[in-house]
Nanobody
Framework: QVQLVESGGGLVQVGGSLRLACAAS????????MGWFRQSPGKEREFVAA????????YYADSVKGRFTISRDNAKNTVYLQMNSLKPEDTAVYYC????????????????????WGQGTQVTVSS
């Protein structure tokens, strides 16, 4: 299995940027599709972005498309989420997740598609 630890969250103003990182332990990081999800108080955990196993393919929720970028460095066992032009509605706890599913990444938008989760990191965007 793989253990995931997110970092990089914090408090930023509207229009600001943050880069989240998810460090993975284990010897099989490159075998997982990686995703980012977020959850606001009282809401369901929602899909943000996913990266193919080699990082060559990406898929984004409409709400973040054009503003967020997911990337990964398999040599460093790390996946990133670059967040630009942040909005108050981006405020949430952000979670990194790993999936063993063998299917296109566009199908991996549900939480039940993922096998391992990090502890989450808080992102707060103030207006």
């Amino acid at each position: 299995q793989v253990q995931l630890v997110e970092s990089g969250g914090g408090l930023v103003q509207v229009g600001g940027s943050l880069r989240l990182a998810c460090a993975a332990s284990g010897r099989t990081f490159g075998t997982y599709i990686m995703g980012w999800f977020r959850q606001s108080p009282g809401k369901e955990r929602e899909f943000v972005a996913a990266s193919s196993r080699n990082g060559g393919g990406t898929y984004y929720a409409d709400s973040v498309k054009g503003r967020f970028t997911i990337s990964r460095d398999n040599a460093k066992n790390t996946v990133y989420l670059q967040m630009n032009s942040l909005k108050p509605e981006d405020t949430a706890v952000y979670y990194c997740a790993a999936s063993n599913q063998i299917r296109p990444i566009s199908y991996l938008t549900g939480v039940d598609r993922y096998d391992f989760w990090g502890q989450g990191t808080q992102v707060t965007v103030s207006s």
